[in-house]
């Protein structure tokens, strides 16, 4: 396997169970939780029983009052997952080395200059209907009283859909440009430049290219230097990067877009994978992230999405709507549904567990990844985003037929939703822009930063374990689908 791969263990094998097990036993350790550790190191289930584990780090770190202390926490559980191999072609080295080694330009820049027309205002697509103005705030609204996002989501997405017209002149740095939730495509409709890192597909490239001379913004694509350009359709043809394989100059080539760029910058980070391949990719990610953090703060910003399917803190409002949408639950899943147990943290925040053990541990992994990164850089005092998006139905999630059909039946449950991928990207979009347009906010945890305007589609206020009403969900989902909650 070339590019980027775990490392081996001490049996010589290139073993995911051993990987997870070692980055949280190293946090396990930085903590001082000496039974945990154990706990994570001796488990003979890893598969069925990491939710455990993981949601007792997760807990622990929370309540984790000294920021210095947590920093070096989360620092050494990063260290730990991106201490991979890499391998050129030549035989694997330590990810490290390999990102340390004199690199050449290997990409060019190819741009593509819109010559399209701002769209005059935010649009959010939802239930067959294009919601701008009053109507937009009043659904926003609406979902808020339901419950599947908090008040502060609400309140974000309206200020963000005034700001669309702030993203002119900022330069986008986007992992995963092909993702269904990226913001990539409306980006480029309101005037901003993307430099747009994602695999080599030709027909979505193409796409992506006509879509981009539409707009009135920017398109940055790499290249490998030397390949002959001369029509769109050669470009689409050559242009695109393989962030396993290319690592060491796919960053090269995003510093470069970074430090030539001459207004705000800001990396996103959209990228995802089945199985082992999300914890690859998410390293892969954050070694970019380690990199870009030596632009000036007062010039590069960082975005993510976080899973509202991983445990967390959630506040008090929460926990009281949870016990309230039991007293009106229906009495099949008053009966057979598993009761959220959320243990008070301090303050007015509860622990949430919501890892599902048919994610897997290295979604989980992924995803926390992702969010010690987030907590990091805002300790550090930059900008961040990483709100909590809902579940969508997007490709690389329907492609999965159980999958698919759970989301038909969630809406059943109140007050649960699933929404198609559109919905879901502009309001992400919204709540992104309301970020960048504000001061970082002082938190208790910085751990709590993905907590900020969640838009969990009702997980933290439903009173029910989602796996404990699977197959009714499913069977629901089958016989009678339902979108649109309320």
Same mark, same amino acid.
């Given at each position: 396997?070339?590019?980027?791969?775990?490392?081996?263990?001490?049996? #010589?094998?290139?073993?995911?169970?051993?990987?997870?097990?070692?980055?949280?036993?190293?946090?396990?350790?930085?903590?001082?939780?000496?039974?945990?550790?154990?706990? !994570?190191?001796?488990?003979?289930?890893?598969?069925?029983?990491?939710?455990?584990?993981?949601?007792?780090?997760?807990?622990?770190?929370?309540?984790?009052?000294?920021?210095?202390?947590?920093?070096?926490?989360?620092?050494?559980?990063?260290?730990?997952?991106?201490?991979?191999?890499?391998?050129?072609?030549?035989?694997?080295?330590?990810?490290?080395?390999?990102?340390?080694?004199?690199?050449?330009?290997?990409?060019?820049?190819? =741009? !593509?200059?819109?010559?399209?027309?701002?769209?005059?205002?935010?649009?959010?697509?939802?239930?067959?209907?294009?919601?701008? #103005?009053?109507? *937009?705030?009043?659904?926003?609204?609406?979902?808020?009283?339901?419950?599947?996002?908090?008040?502060?989501?609400?309140?974000? !997405?309206?200020?963000?859909?005034?700001?669309?017209?702030?993203?002119?002149?900022?330069?986008? *740095? %986007?992992?995963?440009?092909?993702?269904?939730?990226?913001? &990539?495509?409306?980006?480029?409709?309101?005037?901003?430049?993307?430099?747009?890192?994602?695999?080599?597909?030709?027909?979505?490239?193409?796409?992506?290219?006509?879509?981009? =001379?539409?707009?009135?913004?920017?398109?940055?694509?790499?290249?490998?230097? #030397?390949?002959?350009?001369?029509?769109?359709?050669?470009?689409?043809?050559?242009?695109?990067?393989? @962030?396993?394989?290319?690592?060491?100059?796919?960053?090269?080539? @995003?510093?470069?877009?970074?430090?030539?760029?001459?207004?705000?910058? /800001?990396?996103?980070?959209?990228?995802?994978?089945?199985?082992?391949?999300?914890?690859?990719?998410?390293?892969?990610?954050?070694?970019?992230?380690?990199? &870009?953090?030596?632009?000036? =703060?007062? =010039? %590069?910003?960082?975005?993510?999405?976080?899973?509202?399917?991983?445990?967390?803190?959630?506040?008090?409002?929460?926990?009281?709507?949870?016990?309230?949408?039991?007293? /009106?639950?229906?009495?099949?899943?008053?009966?057979?549904?598993?009761?959220?147990?959320?243990?008070?943290?301090?303050?007015?925040?509860?622990?949430?567990? $919501?890892?599902?053990?048919?994610?897997?541990?290295?979604?989980?992994?992924?995803?926390?990844?992702?969010?010690?990164?987030?907590?990091?850089?805002?300790?550090?005092?930059?900008?961040?985003?990483?709100?909590?998006?809902? !579940?969508?139905?997007?490709?690389?999630?329907?492609?999965?037929?159980?999958?698919?059909?759970?989301?038909?039946?969630?809406?059943?449950?109140?007050?649960?939703?699933?929404?198609?991928?559109?919905?879901?990207?502009?309001?992400?979009?919204?709540?992104?822009?309301?970020?960048?347009?504000?001061?970082?906010?002082?938190?208790?945890?910085?751990?709590?930063?993905? /907590?900020?305007?969640?838009?969990?589609? #009702?997980?933290?206020?439903?009173?029910?374990?989602?796996?404990?009403?699977?197959?009714?969900?499913?069977?629901?989902?089958?016989?009678?689908?339902?979108?649109?909650? $309320?």
């Amino acid at each position: 396997m070339a590019g980027l791969q775990f490392p081996a263990n001490e049996k #010589g094998e290139r073993s995911t169970t051993s990987f997870n097990k070692a980055v949280y036993s190293t946090m396990a350790s930085s903590l001082g939780a000496k039974d945990l550790e154990d706990k !994570i190191k001796g488990e003979k289930d890893w598969r069925h029983k990491y939710c455990l584990h993981l949601d007792q780090l997760v807990e622990q770190t929370l309540l984790l009052k000294d920021s210095a202390k947590l920093q070096e926490v989360l620092s050494k559980g990063l260290e730990k997952a991106r201490a991979m191999d890499f391998d050129a072609g030549s035989g694997p080295v330590p990810l490290k080395d390999a990102l340390s080694a004199a690199v050449s330009s290997k990409f060019t820049t190819v =741009k !593509i200059s819109g010559t399209g027309t701002t769209s005059p205002s935010f649009v959010l697509p939802y239930n067959g209907k294009e919601l701008t #103005g009053e109507a *937009l705030e009043k659904q926003c609204d609406q979902w808020s009283a339901y419950g599947t996002m908090e008040p502060d989501c609400a309140a974000a !997405i309206k200020a963000g859909a005034q700001r669309l017209h702030a993203v002119k002149g900022r330069t986008f *740095l %986007v992992l995963g440009a092909g993702s269904e939730l990226g913001p &990539v495509r409306p980006l480029l409709e309101a005037g901003a430049t993307v430099a747009a890192v994602a695999t080599r597909r030709p027909k979505r490239w193409a796409d992506l290219i006509a879509f981009a =001379k539409g707009t009135p913004g920017t398109l940055l694509v790499p290249v490998k230097a #030397g390949e002959k350009v001369e029509s769109d359709e050669d470009l689409s043809a050559v242009c695109g990067a393989d @962030l396993l394989a290319e690592l060491p100059q796919v960053l090269e080539w @995003l510093l470069r877009c970074g430090r030539e760029a001459t207004g705000q910058v /800001t990396l996103g980070t959209y990228l995802y994978a089945d199985g082992e391949a999300n914890v690859r990719l998410t390293a892969a990610a954050d070694s970019i992230v380690e990199a &870009v953090r030596s632009l000036e =703060k007062e =010039k %590069v910003s960082f975005a993510y999405l976080s899973s509202c399917s991983t445990s967390t803190a959630i506040p008090e409002e929460a926990v009281q709507a949870q016990e309230a949408n039991f007293q /009106t639950a229906g009495r099949w899943a008053a009966m057979f549904g598993e009761r959220h147990s959320c243990k008070k943290l301090d303050g007015n925040r509860f622990f949430l567990s $919501a890892f599902e053990v048919l994610q897997g541990p290295n979604y989980a992994l992924a995803q926390m990844m992702r969010q010690w990164r987030a907590a990091l850089l805002h300790l550090e005092g930059f900008q961040v985003s990483a709100p909590m998006a809902p !579940i969508c139905r997007t490709e690389s999630v329907v492609h999965n037929a159980t999958m698919a059909v759970l989301l038909e039946g969630l809406a059943h449950f109140p007050p649960q939703e699933s929404y198609d991928a559109p919905t879901g990207r502009q309001a992400m979009l919204a709540i992104l822009l309301s970020d960048l347009a504000e001061p970082a906010p002082k938190l208790s945890n910085p751990l709590l930063i993905v /907590t900020r305007k969640a838009f969990h589609s #009702g997980i933290w206020r439903t009173p029910f374990v989602m796996a404990s009403l699977g197959k009714t969900t499913w069977f629901l989902g089958k016989v009678a689908p339902k979108r649109v909650a $309320a």
